[in-house]
């Protein structure tokens, strides 16, 4: 408790000296102008594409000296085929929207990289930039998450139980199909990033990593390339970008004169292995005792390593 307390404190230090130092309005405005670009060009040009466009606009500002982007690890990560970020939201409940980090990823990714996306992000409704922003998120062949607000919804409305306990099987359910195709992507020559916390955190704290993916890419990713003897080939970006947009970036955002820090790393699944070449022949029911433990371990070790670099940045 004392480390979650320390590192939040540690945030919102490192947060007020940035307002301290806002960028110049002129730098805010062709901040936004590039981005906005950047999706109209992917939405509206044939052959447009949302990764590539947005790299080339991010590097582009960056030249210009309109923000501060430091990357780390870039090469380390070039020829990961899962990729795992963190996500960044607003400062406070209700604030500007966050997630810049999603459109920095970019640096690290390919062309062909595939993101999982929430269902109402790729959705065609008003308004005009909602419409623009689904067309564009929907060139990067997106894996669909749909429906994952519905338990949060159902226990907000103080639901029946045996309400609450039928959404929650649905979203295990979705949650399943959705790493099933993750998986079959990557078997066929894509690469996936996914933000496993399911939801933005708002004081940049690592959240909960969703542990039916983890589960998964245990069965459905680690081991079956152990056995056939194929690289796994995990990587990791860490992001801080709280620093630099410390009221988010929707509209009347403030953006800080201070670098936004990405770093890139391979993840190491040599303790995974080891775990489950321990268990690999038990039988049944303790079979899937020692895989969920299994898939426990995975989630905190993933989300260990994060808090570890996320930490190391904010210190520096």
């Given at each position: ?54 790299r ?10 309109v ?15 899962l ?5 960044q ?9 966050g ?6 990823s ?13 269902e ?8 005009v930039?909602?419409?623009i ?18 338990l ?47 939801t ?8 909960p ?5 983890m589960r ?27 620093q ?28 995974i ?35 570890r ?8």
């Amino acid at each position: 408790m004392e480390q979650v307390e320390h590192f939040e404190e540690l945030y919102h230090e490192r947060m007020e000296e940035a307002r301290q130092c806002p960028l110049p309005i002129e730098n805010k405005n062709k901040f936004t102008r590039g981005v906005v670009a950047a999706f109209l060009r992917s939405s509206l040009i044939p052959g447009g594409h949302l990764t590539r466009e947005m790299r080339d606009a991010i590097s582009s500002l960056c030249e210009q000296g309109v923000f501060q982007l430091r990357l780390d690890g870039v090469s380390e990560v070039a020829d990961c085929d899962l990729f795992f970020g963190n996500h960044q939201g607003p400062k406070r409940a209700g604030g500007p929207q966050g997630g810049i980090e999603v459109l920095f990823s970019t640096q690290f990714v390919k062309n062909t990289t595939r993101y999982v996306l929430r269902e109402n992000l790729i959705q065609y409704r008003w308004s005009v930039s909602q419409f623009i922003m689904a067309r564009a998120m929907r060139k990067p062949n997106p894996i669909v998450v749909k429906e994952n607000d519905r338990l949060r919804k159902v226990r907000e409305q103080k639901a029946p139980w045996a309400e609450i306990k039928q959404a929650a099987i649905g979203l295990k359910q979705e949650r399943q199909r959705v790493a099933a195709e993750v998986f079959r992507a990557i078997e066929a020559g894509a690469s996936v990033t996914i933000y496993p916390e399911g939801t933005r955190s708002s004081t940049g704290r690592i959240l909960p990593f969703v542990s039916d993916f983890m589960r998964q890419t245990i069965t459905d990713y680690i081991i079956p390339r152990m056995l056939a003897g194929k690289p796994r080939r995990i990587g990791l970006i860490v992001a801080e970008t709280l620093q630099t947009f410390p009221d988010g970036v929707g509209k009347g955002a403030l953006l800080c004169d201070r670098p936004s820090t990405l770093r890139g790393l391979r993840y190491d699944t040599g303790a995974i292995e080891a775990e489950y070449q321990k268990m690999r022949h038990l039988k049944h029911q303790d079979y899937e005792t020692a895989m969920t433990r299994l898939s426990r371990t995975l989630a905190l070790s993933l989300r260990d390593t994060f808090k570890r670099e996320l930490r190391a940045i904010l210190q520096k």
